[in-house]
């Protein structure tokens, strides 16, 4: 099955600085990568997604980028804001099996005012 | 629409008692997943249904686990007989298939 690895576990970054949160996946077949976000005592929320068929992906101040050939996909958030704190997950799914989604472990960012 | 909603929020049960959680899906959407999540494995996925059929429960821990959907916009996860294992927080999600899964607040379950 799909296995996602999730690094860092945690970031600290200033505010107004950039976050990078960057993923791997093991199975070659799957096509859907999305992004989310999970406030201290809420469910996950998601907050951006890529398909396969592009390479990058941008909605404000998130972007996310895909190297199919590598295997992985990272998070961008710039110009952080204290909000921007939570603990995000990135995740795998094969599309055409319906977004079962494998997620990673995790990221805790924490942006400093 | 109210998103997904899910009851209890908290739950306080002894070993060996049976705990039912509830699920309601968004109005419209067709799928459900009920997803396990603890600081030691993260977000589990346990089960997976579509149009009330379950499609995938390779995630289910053991036969102390069984969720249904009596209907297709309510699903329930009963945990028989809970062990101190168990606890942790219990997500549903509900999408289109294919689609963007929403997932509801979560149930936090605590066996002791």
């Known amino acids: 099955g799909e296995n996602v690895e999730q690094h860092p576990s945690t970031l600290s970054v200033q505010e107004g600085d950039s976050a990078v949160i960057k993923c791997t996946y093991s199975d070659s077949a799957s096509n859907y990568f999305p992004w989310y976000k999970q406030e201290l005592g809420k469910g996950p929320q998601l907050i951006i997604d890529i398909r396969s068929n592009v390479g990058e992906k941008k909605d404000q101040r998130i972007a996310v980028t895909l190297n199919k050939t590598a295997k992985h996909f990272s998070l961008h958030i710039t110009e952080t804001q204290p909000e921007d704190s939570a603990v995000y997950f990135c995740a795998a799914s094969l599309h055409n099996a319906g977004n079962m989604l494998t997620f990673g472990g995790g990221t805790r960012l924490m942006v400093k005012p | 629409d109210a998103g997904v909603i899910q009851s209890p929020r908290h739950e306080v049960t002894e070993m060996g008692q049976e705990v039912t959680l509830r699920c309601k899906l968004i109005?419209?959407?067709?799928?459900l997943f009920w997803y396990r999540q603890t600081m030691m494995r993260g977000l589990e996925l346990l089960i997976y249904f579509n149009n009330n059929v379950p499609i995938d429960d390779s995630g289910m821990p053991e036969d102390r686990f069984s969720a249904k959907m009596p209907n297709a916009s309510f699903s329930t996860l009963k945990i028989q007989p809970s062990e101190p294992r168990d606890s942790a927080v219990y997500f549903c999600?509900?999408?289109?298939?294919?689609?963007?899964?929403?997932f509801g607040q979560g149930t936090r379950l605590t066996v002791v």
């Open positions: 109005s419209g959407h067709n799928s």
């Open positions: 999600a509900s999408s289109l298939w294919g689609g963007e899964a929403f």
